[in-house]
């Protein structure tokens, strides 16, 4: 069964800093794709970024990158420029690909908080 | 706005009664999931509709069922309600369960059993 890790229950940030929240994987299938949500205190599920296990190329969203290195199964997300709003829970999620069931499997997330 | 409605918002009901929660997928999706957040917990995902019918069963207690009608809502039914049910449960949908399509949330519904 695919399993998705949050190594980091917490982690904290300055203002404009970058920072880095690790996520890891296992599963025995080629075909899947991995996510990042974020879930701020109004509890809303907003997803953050996407990555395709089949593109090499790591997913890129404006501030949001990720680092993706499908041999260690390893997904993890850095934010640049770190700001107030970025401050909340992110979850980590899995998704199988071309067949089965598509549950998404997630994390346990990491809560990030934004020092002013 | 995700496009995915939930209603109610909140739901305070007491131990052994039997509510309904409510999705109206986004616009074209066909897929529909469920899941369960206690506080302060991660996502447990309970179980999965594909245009009306049962795809994934997760974790989902037998006290509890779901199903998604022929215009596309999903109704979750928890029954026989206990305090350990308490949590937020939101409710995702996808255009379609594969592919390269994430999953956008509903706002959720809180329950809490008294």
């Known amino acids: 069964a695919q399993t998705v890790t949050q190594s980091q229950p917490e982690m904290s940030v300055q203002e404009a800093e970058t920072v880095t929240l690790s996520c890891t994987y296992d599963t025995s299938e080629s075909d899947y794709y991995l996510f990042w949500y974020k879930q701020p205190p109004s509890r809303q599920m907003i997803l953050v970024i996407r990555?395709?296990?089949?593109?090499?190329q790591n997913a890129t969203e404006n501030r949001f990158s990720v680092n993706f290195q499908k041999a260690a199964k390893s997904f993890s997300l850095k934010i640049s420029d770190s700001q107030l709003g970025d401050a909340a829970m992110y979850f980590c999620?899995?998704?199988?690909?071309?067949?089965?069931?598509?549950?998404?499997?997630f994390g346990t997330g990491t809560r990030l908080k934004v020092l002013a | 706005d995700s496009g995915v409605t939930q209603t109610p918002k909140h739901l305070i009901t007491a131990t052994g009664q039997r509510v309904t929660l409510r999705c109206s997928p986004r616009s074209g999706d066909l897929s529909v999931y469920w899941y369960q957040q206690s506080l302060d917990q991660g996502l447990q995902f309970l179980i999965q509709y594909y245009n009306g019918e049962e795809r994934a069963k997760g974790n989902i207690l037998e006290r509890f069922s779901a199903q998604q009608f022929p215009d596309l809502h999903s109704e979750l039914n928890l029954s026989s309600l206990e305090l350990g049910d308490s949590a937020l449960y939101f409710c995702a949908s996808s255009v379609a369960p594969q592919g390269p399509t994430e999953a956008f949330f509903g706002q959720g519904t809180r329950l809490t059993v008294v």
């Open positions: 999620a899995y998704r199988r690909g071309t067949s089965g069931t598509y549950k998404y499997i």
């Open positions: 990555q395709e296990a089949y593109k090499q």
